[in-house]
């Protein structure tokens, strides 16, 4: 079971010369405005207070990025992943990882401003839509997406531009349907199969690990968003040399 440690706050950022040069992968939050995102990072972080959330749309404005550090409750002890690096950063792409750093590490959070937030100009949600294009196009650390969705609406125009966008860049995603508390229980799992119907996503009909429901009210859907970014961290993808280092490569 991965747990969180720390979390804190980094940076706010609009264009990719003000993202942090962090060593670690990084995974974003994208959705529509008031659909729950910082509420999510604030829930998988247990911190009701990381990132902002209000109670009216387009609270988020920036780019935030979050600094995580992890633990995966085993019984062997180790030393955290990046530690030595984070101390004295001499090359920022690099990571050291050898068996002993593979029950700590840090992963990078980043909350993103929603899209489709009607009571703004036209011309700053163009603004805010591509300050999100942009970073999924050059933010080289990113590693995922969670594309999170309103369990209650109908599947979005927007999202599936979102989630073409996602799948055209080749981002890794999960998509999470937010706020399921306010939906009867019974009702929830058909819901899924909709949205995963509906916003194509190309897995079979058994096979739901890249959707899940999700509560901010209820921590429902925690350990599965939590269990995924591990996956994410670790799977074929993850790129370790014969020296031990991990690459993380930039983007064209
Ligand atoms: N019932 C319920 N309400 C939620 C949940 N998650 C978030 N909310 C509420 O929805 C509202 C918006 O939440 P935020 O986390 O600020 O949404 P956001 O996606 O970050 O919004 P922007 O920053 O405007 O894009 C707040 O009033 C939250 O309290 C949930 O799981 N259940
Ligand atoms: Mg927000």
Not at 12 to 37: C, H, L, M, Q
Request: a positive charge.
């Amino acid at each position: 079971m991965v747990k969180i440690i720390e979390s804190k706050y980094l940076t706010s950022a609009v264009e990719p010369k003000g993202y942090p040069d962090t060593i670690w992968k990084d995974f974003a939050f994208v959705g529509r405005s008031n659909v729950g995102k910082s509420s999510m990072i604030n829930t998988i972080t247990n911190r009701k207070l990381l990132a902002k959330i209000a109670n009216k749309p387009g609270k988020t404005r920036l780019i935030n990025f979050f600094e995580i550090k992890y633990k995966i409750d085993t019984n062997s002890p180790s030393k955290a992943f990046g530690d030595e690096i984070k101390k004295e950063p001499k090359s920022p792409n690099l990571q050291t990882q050898s068996p002993e750093y593979q029950n700590h590490g840090y992963f990078g959070l980043v909350d993103l401003p929603g899209y489709g937030y009607a009571r703004v100009s036209k011309t700053e949600r163009d603004q805010w839509q591509k300050m999100i294009n942009t970073f999924f196009q050059k933010r080289k650390q990113l590693s995922g997406a969670i594309v999170l969705v309103d369990i209650r609406h109908e599947p979005d125009p927007k999202d599936i531009v979102m989630i073409k966008m996602l799948q055209e860049l080749k981002v890794n995603f999960i998509l999470a349907a937010t706020k399921c508390d306010k939906i009867a229980k019974n009702t929830i799992e058909g819901k899924l199969r909709r949205f995963k119907k509906e916003f194509g996503l190309t897995m079979s009909e058994t096979d739901i690990s890249n959707i899940t429901e999700f509560s901010s009210l209820k921590k429902v859907g925690v350990e599965k968003i939590l269990n995924w970014i591990m996956n994410s961290i670790f799977n074929s993808q993850t790129e370790i040399n014969q020296s031990g280092k991990l690459i993380i490569h930039d983007k064209e």
